[in-house]
């Protein structure tokens, strides 16, 4: 596996995703950021949790397409609407839906989270970029 995903001593012990993802390999794979929409471009979902999780799919096409799994994931960034605390538990509600539908590790890897004002359209209300690690 290209990609140790740790909890060193000393740091704050989430449970939901790993602070730090150790990758060695030789090709580096950058997806842009993915909405929550269908291959057509429409929202796959009206709801946060939704949208996260149909993102989460899309990262994982593009990484599979790029010849890698989940396993290869080193580092997600997420981009979410009008931010607050309290849609913490709808990120990890999609995020536990990826993990059960498309095989994300749990915990899944270095998570940041940013808010923002918008994003392409309306409708989308995350987008969230992927690092991935492939021998």
Same mark, same amino acid.
């Given at each position: 596996?290209?990609?140790?995903?740790?909890?060193?001593?000393?740091?704050?012990?989430?449970?939901?995703?790993?602070?730090?993802?150790?990758? $060695?390999?030789?090709?580096? !794979?950058?997806?842009?950021?993915?909405?929550?929409? $269908?291959? #057509? @471009?429409?929202?796959? +979902?009206?709801?946060?949790?939704?949208?996260?999780?149909?993102?989460?799919?899309?990262?994982?096409?593009?990484?599979?397409?790029?010849?890698? #799994?989940?396993?290869?994931?080193?580092?997600?960034?997420?981009?979410?609407?009008?931010?607050?605390?309290?849609?913490? #538990?709808?990120?990890?509600?999609?995020?536990?839906?990826?993990?059960?539908?498309?095989?994300?590790?749990?915990? !899944?890897?270095?998570?940041?989270?940013?808010?923002?004002? +918008?994003?392409?359209?309306?409708? @989308?209300?995350?987008?969230?970029?992927? $690092?991935?690690?492939?021998?």
């Amino acid at each position: 596996m290209t990609v140790r995903l740790t909890h060193p001593d000393g740091m704050l012990r989430q449970t939901d995703y790993a602070p730090v993802a150790v990758a $060695t390999g030789s090709r580096l !794979v950058l997806l842009a950021g993915q909405a929550g929409v $269908t291959p #057509d @471009f429409r929202p796959a +979902a009206p709801d946060l949790a939704g949208q996260v999780h149909a993102a989460l799919r899309n990262i994982v096409v593009g990484v599979r397409g790029a010849g890698g #799994d989940v396993g290869n994931l080193a580092r997600l960034t997420c981009y979410v609407v009008d931010w607050v605390p309290e849609k913490w #538990d709808d990120v990890l509600a999609g995020i536990a839906r990826a993990q059960e539908s498309e095989g994300l590790p749990s915990p !899944v890897p270095p998570l940041t989270i940013i808010g923002v004002q +918008a994003l392409f359209s309306p409708e @989308f209300v995350v987008e969230i970029e992927a $690092t991935a690690v492939l021998e």
